[in-house]
């Protein structure tokens, strides 16, 4: 084989290993797999803290309130978690059996929901929907017919105006048919009479060859309009009859006449503003019984349907939120009662029994029996995560190879500023001791303030935020998928608790 022929086969060769390389061949992910394992989750504040002689301790309630009882008196030697007062919790305990029964009731709702509707409650929803109907049905037949008495009320009316008119008009022609004073002012108001009474009868026609509810409210208007009018006329004619030119000429027969005619006006003016207050009245009672009706063929469509999604979120959301309700007052009882957090001697009980006490008044003091105590700034961020009574590890600087125990007796509610940053000022007490402790001894604390055992656990570098879900990578059958899972305690040693998504000896990937 020629050299030629062998460096074409070299250069084949290269091309096809780079094709290989950059297009063929995929570079594998790298990462590394952590089994999900059962195990303990601790949360822990780490803070340096100074060795004080044991102080006073003065101890408060959280909450105002009322004292109910004062356990202890000066001089009582006390054990740690020993009741030492308490404050009245009547009231606490109503609204907590009142939220505990709204628990059972929301619980109720979200099975009644889930189950679906019984065949009885279709049954009664469909009657509703049936009755709704008849009840529309009836009101819609009363609503007619107060039309149709509106336009008798009407006719009636007109007719009273057009007599009203015609004994004017006679009575006019009779005495007052000169061109004194009083004629001119009777002759005035005949033809208002008139004018009013022709304006009405038009009206009155349009509602009648066409009853629908505008042109017979105008008609309405109208007609009292016309009436009030003549109502006026009438009466000042009257007067005029009066008049010492007429007293004595007008018969009292045509006087009696008048005073006739403007009583049946003011009678039809009563009977058209009933007949009009009568349909006002019968629109809205319409619009109540159409709206019935949509109620109750709003519930049928609802009892017929499945549960939404939305709905049961909604029941599901009001069971947690009472029974966040209940845990807060629970809370609240329990913090009604001054606890000692450590052995003791009581030397002061600033209250009485009945008085009322305001937050972080001192009700109580102390003097520890440990001869010394720690005191410690702790961050404001860390701070909320500590307890009255939580376990501590103590490691005084003089004595580095020994860690003694000692537990949390006071947070002081009252914050520090140092360097504007905000501290708050924790107590710690010695739970065992050791000879050569001194005041002013510098002392590395580790405040354990929650721990969880035998629980599922996984690094928190392999967990991920993704759409506002928390998900980790799962290697399972030799390829990686995505899984959400709800996650717990978040430890000190950056260890989380996972309360659901994944089984203990699954792998998860860290990259």
Known sequence: MNKKIISIIIIILVIIFGVYQGFIKKE???????????????????????????????????????????????????????ALAKLDTSQLSIQLQEARA??????????????????????????????????????????????????????DSYLKLYNASN???????????????????????????????????????????????????????????????????????????????????????????????????????????????TISSMKLNMEAAEGQLQKAEDQLALVMAKPQKEDIDLYEAQIKQTQAQINLIENQIEEATIISPTEGQITKTNKEIGEMVQPSETVISFISASPFQIKADIYEEDVVKINVDNSVDIILTAFPDEILKGKVVLIDPAEKLIEGVVYYEVTIDFEETRKGIKPGMTADIVIRTASKENVLIIPEVAIQTKDDKTIVEVFKNGQIEEREIKIGLLGSDDMVEVISGLKEGEEVAIK
Do not use: H, W
């Open 167 to 277: 004994i004017v008009e006679s009575i006019r022609q009779t005495y007052f048919n000169t061109t004194d004073q009083e004629s001119l002012e009777v002759k005035e108001n005949e033809v208002r009479i008139e004018n009013a009474v022709s304006r009405a009868k038009s009206y009155l026609d349009i509602a009648k060859d066409n009853p629908e509810d505008e042109n017979i409210d105008v008609a309405f208007s109208e007609m009292k309009k016309a009436l009030d009018t003549t109502s006026k006329a009438l009466a000042i004619i009257r007067e005029t009859c009066e008049a010492p030119v007429y007293r004595n000429t007008v018969s009292s027969t045509d006087k009696t006449s008048l005073d006739t005619q403007r009583t049946n006006i003011n009678t039809a003016l009563t009977n058209i503003t009933n007949s009009q207050q």
């Open 28 to 82: 594998k992910p790298f990462f590394t797999l952590t089994e999900v394992y059962r195990g303990i989750v601790s949360q822990e504040v780490s803070e340096t803290g100074t060795v004080k002689k044991g102080e006073e301790i003065n101890l408060s309630f959280k909450a105002a309130g009322r004292i109910e009882k004062i356990y202890v008196k000066v001089g009582d030697k006390i054990e740690s978690n020993t």
């Open 102 to 155: 709204a628990l059972l009731v929301a619980q109720a709702q979200l099975d009644k929901l889930l189950a679906g509707a019984s065949a009885e409650e279709i049954k009664i929803a469909e009657t509703e929907v049936k009755n709704s109907q008849i009840a529309l049905d009836t009101t819609k037949e009363n609503l007619d017919q107060a039309f149709e008495d509106a336009i008798i009320s009407l006719d």
